[in-house]
Nanobody
Framework: QVQLVESGGGLVQPGGSLRLSCATS????????MRWYRQAPGNQRELVAV???????NYAESVMGRFTISRDNAKNTVYLQMNALKAEDTAVYYC???????????WGQGTQVTVSS
């Protein structure tokens, strides 16, 4: 059974930091591309950051320079370090695991991040 379990969300003041984790099981983690998405109320889910199986990273323009995605293949876990948080970063953050051949995609349940004073 495949499981993706996010943790690390919470309430933080503007300018603060949080580190999200997504622990996976039931997949060969090292061959999956891992992504973080977020969805704010009334908005569509948007891609925040991606790390390939080879370690290449890419970010949404809105978080570039503030967020860092990383992976630990030994722990089957992907992280999202979020610094200099803004109110507009408030959303539910979801972890996604994806491979192309054969096509497989899995989602976590999400973790709430609220940035407010």
């Amino acid at each position: 059974q495949v499981q993706l379990v996010e943790s690390g969300g919470g309430l933080v003041q503007p300018g603060g930091s949080l580190r999200l984790s997504c622990a996976t099981s039931g997949i060969i983690f090292s061959i999956y591309t891992m992504r973080w998405y977020r969805q704010a109320p009334g908005n569509q889910r948007e891609l925040v950051a991606v790390v390939s199986s080879g370690g290449s990273t890419n970010y949404a323009e809105s978080v570039m320079g503030r967020f860092t995605i990383s992976r630990d293949n030994a722990k089957n876990t992907v992280y999202l370090q979020m610094n200099a948080l803004k109110a507009e970063d408030t959303a539910v953050y979801y972890c996604n695991a994806n491979r192309a051949v054969p096509l497989r995609t899995y989602w976590g349940q999400g973790t709430q991040v609220t940035v407010s004073s």
